[in-house]
């Protein structure tokens, strides 16, 4: 393999990663005035942030190795829904409260192994951000966990909206665990993150959780895959209209 098709797929990598950032962080930014309680709003406020930043620090990179005249902002702003190869679960709207609290479960456990393993990447600046955005992760898997257990072990309403929740998500957790070509690559050169083999220590721990949180874990029968090669849901278009719009209707403005 030589070292321009490393770099090339360094660059895709830290696309994609980007790419899950900013799109979950802006859903999460949706809460912002909607949230249950002025604390909760305040707190999912910080935790979009949280992604935006990380979004940035991915896309910095991504920009920095294609080394074509592109900024984070074109990335985050000038490419249509085809072109993002965000996880498809990101990208889902934001539901209900319950709802919002159970992807973040799933994924901030999931977050926590992935970024684990990426600090250990030969890509010093890969590693770097993963060292950074563990700290802020442990943080999220915190609030996500003590969450699920106040709303499964709740109310027989607050259970019932967990566990649709639960129910309805579980098809789009295995898109997570999935290795293409691109990732494949970059795991066999210590690059990127061997995800399958993630998910045995990911499901035992979700699977801990749920049942302390007397909810009932899904049983595999329907799966969800597509986001990594550009296939999204109706979704996808709707954010990035929103998301986009400023710089599209004002390019190449400044503050």
Same mark, same amino acid.
């Given at each position: 393999?030589?070292?321009?098709?490393?770099?090339?797929?360094?660059?895709? $990598?830290?696309?994609?990663?980007?790419?899950?950032?900013?799109?979950?962080?802006?859903?999460?930014?949706?809460?912002?005035?909607?949230?249950?309680?002025?604390?909760?709003?305040?707190?999912?406020?910080?935790?979009?942030?949280?992604?935006?930043?990380?979004?940035?620090?991915?896309?910095?990179?991504?920009?920095?190795?294609?080394?074509?005249?592109?900024?984070?902002?074109?990335?985050?702003y000038g490419r249509?829904?085809?072109? $993002?190869?965000?996880?498809?679960?990101?990208?889902?709207?934001?539901?209900?409260?319950?709802?919002?609290?159970?992807?973040?479960?799933?994924?901030?456990?999931?977050?926590?192994?992935?970024?684990?393993?990426?600090?250990?990447?030969?890509?010093?600046?890969?590693?770097?951000?993963?060292?950074?955005?563990?700290?802020?992760?442990? $943080?999220?898997?915190?609030?996500?966990?003590?969450?699920?257990?106040?709303?499964?072990?709740?109310?027989?309403?607050?259970?019932?909206?967990?566990?649709?929740?639960?129910?309805?998500?579980?098809?789009?957790?295995?898109?997570?665990?999935?290795?293409?070509?691109?990732?494949?690559?970059?795991?066999?050169?210590?690059?990127?993150?061997?995800?399958?083999?993630?998910?045995?220590?990911?499901?035992?721990?979700?699977?801990?959780?749920?049942?302390?949180?007397?909810?009932?874990?899904?049983?595999?029968?329907?799966?969800?895959?597509?986001?990594?090669?550009?296939?999204?849901?109706?979704?996808?278009?709707?954010?990035?209209?929103?998301?986009?719009?400023?710089?599209?209707? $004002?390019?190449?403005?400044q503050w």
């Amino acid at each position: 393999m030589s070292d321009l098709a490393l770099k090339q797929a360094t660059q895709e $990598y830290a696309t994609r990663l980007g790419d899950d950032s900013v799109i979950l962080g802006h859903r999460l930014s949706e809460w912002c005035s909607n949230a249950p309680f002025l604390e909760e709003d305040l707190a999912l406020a910080n935790v979009a942030l949280d992604y935006i930043g990380r979004a940035r620090m991915y896309y910095t990179y991504a920009a920095e190795l294609a080394n074509d005249g592109r900024t984070e902002d074109d990335f985050a702003y000038g490419r249509n829904e085809r072109e $993002y190869h965000n996880l498809l679960i990101n990208e889902l709207p934001r539901g209900d409260f319950a709802y919002t609290i159970m992807r973040q479960l799933l994924l901030d456990v999931f977050n926590v192994h992935f970024l684990t393993q990426l600090m250990q990447s030969k890509d010093e600046t890969l590693a770097a951000i993963a060292a950074k955005a563990i700290k802020e992760t442990r $943080y999220h898997l915190r609030r996500s966990r003590e969450w699920t257990l106040r709303l499964g072990d709740g109310t027989a309403e607050s259970h019932r909206r967990a566990q649709r929740a639960l129910d309805s998500l579980w098809g789009y957790t295995h898109e997570l665990f999935d290795l293409d070509t691109t990732e494949q690559l970059l795991a066999d050169a210590g690059i990127g993150v061997n995800n399958p083999a993630l998910r045995p220590q990911w499901l035992k721990e979700v699977a801990e959780i749920v049942a302390e949180a007397t909810l009932t874990l899904p049983a595999d029968g329907w799966a969800v895959r597509g986001g990594r090669v550009g296939y999204h849901t109706e979704n996808l278009g709707h954010i990035l209209t929103e998301m986009q719009f400023v710089h599209r209707s $004002y390019p190449a403005q400044q503050w």
